[in-house]
C-alpha cells in the first residue's frame, strides 16, 4: 500500500463503469489535477468521454484482461450500476493480490455486504447516501427556519434582552448566553448575561476572567428594563420559574414543561447548549468576536469532557468550526491544571486592573504569596490584541515584586526596569523578560505593618504605574480598563 504522501501527490485511479455516477467522479477528479483511467464497455460512451480529453477504453469490466490494464493505479473505484458486474470486477482484482484501494458501489444493503466480504475498501450504498443527503437537506433547511424565527422575537425587542443563566453557571451557559448576546448586538439589540448565586469553581471564574466576559448578578438589575427574556443552558441549573419567556435554548429538556417561549429550541441529540448556539453563528453567517469563539469552544469541551463523553457529530462539526476563531493559548490557560488556584486569582486581578496606554499594559494584583504567578500574568495579558509591553506587580511579604514582558523590539523592558527601579531595587532579565524586587519600605518611606496594607497597596499602585509609564516614555493615565 501506497504512504498517504505519495497517494496525494502520484495517485493514478481507475473508474470501471463510468454512467452518470462514474462521469462525476472522473469529472471531479480531473479537475483535481488526478490521473483517472477510465474503463467501459458501452463504445458511445467511451468515444464521448475521449471527446472530453479523458483517457477512457473499451472494455468488458468483468473480464480479467481489464484487471490487468489498471495495475499501475492505486486507488480503483468500481461504479457501473451493474452489481454483479462490479462484484466480478472486485473479485478479479482481489484475485490478482492487487492491494489497490477499492471502493465499490452496491444496490442495497444485501449486495453491500457481499461486497465487503468480496474484500471492497469502501461500499456505497446509493439509497442509504441519498437518505443521508435527504437527512441533512432537512437539518439545514430547520436551522435555516428557526433562524429567521430566533431573529424575528430578538427583533420584537424595544428596550433590552435580558439572558438569563442559572445558579452557578458553568462554561456551556456562559458561553451559550455570550454567543446569543452577539446574535442580539448584530441585530442592534442589547443584551445583559444574568446569573444568579455566585460564579463558583475557581475554572469558571478564570473562564469569565481570562475572556473578559461581562456577567451581571440578578440582584442588580431590575427586569422591568428587558422586554425580552431568554434562558439559555437552564434546565440543568435548577427549576425556571419563569413566566414571561421569550427564547429558550437548550440541550436538555426540563423534568415539567414549566417553560413556554415563543422561540423554542431543545435538542437533546447533541451534548451542550454552545453546540446549538454555534450552529445559529454558521447560519447567521456572523463574525465571532475571538473570545465568544474561545468561550463556545470550551463550552463544548467542557461538556463532552474533551469529547470523551456523549459527544455528537453536531458537537464535533461545531468545534471544528470554531477552532480556528480560537484563542488557544487562552483555552490552554483555562483548563491547566498547572495553573493554581492563586494563579488563576492573580491572573483575574491583574485583568481587572490593568490599564493600558498606546500598546502597553501595566497592572497590579494585589497582595499574593505565589510569586510566580506574576510572571505568568504577564505573559498571558501580551496575548490581548493590541498589546505590546506588559508588567503586572504585587506585593508579598514587604516587598513589591514586579514581572513584565515586551514582544515590541524597539522596547528593551530589562533596560525600562532598570530605568525605572534600579536605585530601589535590583533589576533582573533581558529585552523581552525582566523582573524586579523593590523593598516596600524604601518604596513608600513607610513602615508595613498588618493596618496600612490597603493604603500601601494604594500608594504603591499609583507609584509603580507612573514610574513605569514614564519609563516607557509614554503618559500614564491613559485608557483605563472600563469593566
Ligand atoms: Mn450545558
Excluded at 183 to 188: F, G, L, P, T
Excluded at 248 to 267: G, K, M, P, S
Amino acid at each position: 500500500m501506497s504512504t498517504g504522501i505519495t497517494m496525494a501527490s502520484m495517485s493514478r485511479y481507475a473508474i470501471l463503469g463510468c454512467g452518470s455516477v462514474g462521469h462525476a467522479v472522473a469529472e471531479e477528479l480531473e479537475a483535481e489535477g488526478k490521473e483517472v483511467e477510465i474503463i467501459d464497455r458501452d463504445e458511445g460512451r467511451v468515444e464521448a468521454l475521449r471527446d472530453q480529453d479523458l483517457d477512457a477504453h473499451t472494455a468488458d469490466i468483468r473480464d480479467e484482461a481489464t484487471v490487468d490494464r489498471i495495475t499501475d493505479c492505486d486507488v480503483v473505484l468500481i461504479l457501473s450500476s451493474d452489481v454483479d458486474a462490479n462484484a466480478a470486477a472486485l473479485a478479479n482484482i482481489r484475485e490478482r493480490g492487487g492491494d489497490q484501494f477499492v471502493v465499490a458501489r452496491a444496490s442495497d444493503p444485501v449486495s453491500a455486504d457481499e461486497l465487503t466480504d468480496l474484500g471492497a475498501d469502501v461500499v456505497i450504498n446509493p439509497s442509504a447516501v441519498i437518505a443521508n443527503s435527504a437527512l441533512r437537506a432537512l437539518e439545514t433547511g430547520e436551522l435555516e427556519f428557526k433562524a429567521r424565527n430566533l431573529s424575528e422575537v430578538i427583533d420584537d425587542t424595544d428596550e433590552r434582552m435580558a439572558i438569563r443563566i442559572h445558579r452557578s453557571p458553568d462554561p456551556d451557559s456562559i458561553a451559550s448566553a455570550a454567543a446569543l448576546r452577539e446574535i442580539a448586538a448584530s441585530r442592534d439589540v442589547e443584551a445583559d448575561i444574568i446569573y444568579e448565586g455566585e460564579i463558583g469553581h475557581q475554572e469558571n471564574r478564570a473562564f469569565v476572567n481570562l475572556l473578559g466576559i461581562e456577567l451581571t448578578s440578578e440582584t442588580d438589575v431590575d427586569f422591568a428594563d428587558y422586554d425580552t427574556i431568554a434562558i439559555v443552558d437552564y434546565a440543568k441549573g435548577g427549576e425556571p420559574d419563569l413566566d414571561d419567556v421569550d427564547i429558550l435554548v437548550d440541550h436538555f429538556e426540563a423534568e415539567d414543561d414549566l417553560v413556554e417561549a415563543r422561540f423554542t429550541d431543545v435538542r437533546p441529540n447533541v451534548s451542550a447548549t454552545s453546540t446549538i448556539l454555534t450552529k445559529y453563528v454558521q447560519e447567521l453567517d456572523l463574525t465571532l468576536s475571538q473570545e465568544v469563539a474561545t468561550a463556545l469552544l470550551y463550552g463544548i469541551r467542557a461538556e463532552t469532557l474533551d469529547f470523551k463523553r456523549d459527544t455528537t457529530p453536531a458537537d464535533l462539526t461545531a468545534a471544528a468550526y470554531l477552532y480556528p476563531f480560537a484563542d488557544h493559548d487562552t483555552l490552554e490557560q483555562v483548563e491547566s491544571p498547572s495553573m493554581s488556584p492563586e494563579t488563576l486569582d492573580v491572573l483575574a486581578e491583574a485583568i481587572r486592573n490593568r490599564e493600558v496606554s498606546g500598546s502597553h499594559l501595566v497592572s497590579n494584583a494585589g497582595f499574593i504569596r505565589d510569586r510566580d504567578a506574576l510572571a505568568q500574568a504577564a505573559q498571558h495579558l501580551l496575548n490581548l490584541e493590541g498589546i505590546t509591553t506588559t508588567a503586572v506587580f504585587a506585593i508579598a511579604d514587604d516587598t513589591i515584586y514586579l514581572a513584565a514582558r515586551s514582544k515590541d523590539i524597539r522596547m528593551n523592558i530589562g533596560k525600562v526596569l532598570d530605568d525605572a527601579f534600579g536605585e530601589m531595587g535590583e533589576a533582573k532579565g533581558h529585552s523581552t523578560d525582566a523582573s524586579v524586587e523593590i523593598p516596600l519600605g524604601i518604596f513608600t518611606g513607610i513602615e508595613t505593618s498588618e493596618d496600612n496594607r490597603e493604603t500601601l497597596l494604594a500608594l504603591t499602585e499609583e507609584a509603580v504605574r507612573k514610574k513605569l509609564f514614564d519609563a516607557m516614555g509614554v503618559d500614564s493615565g491613559g485608557e483605563t480598563n472600563g469593566s
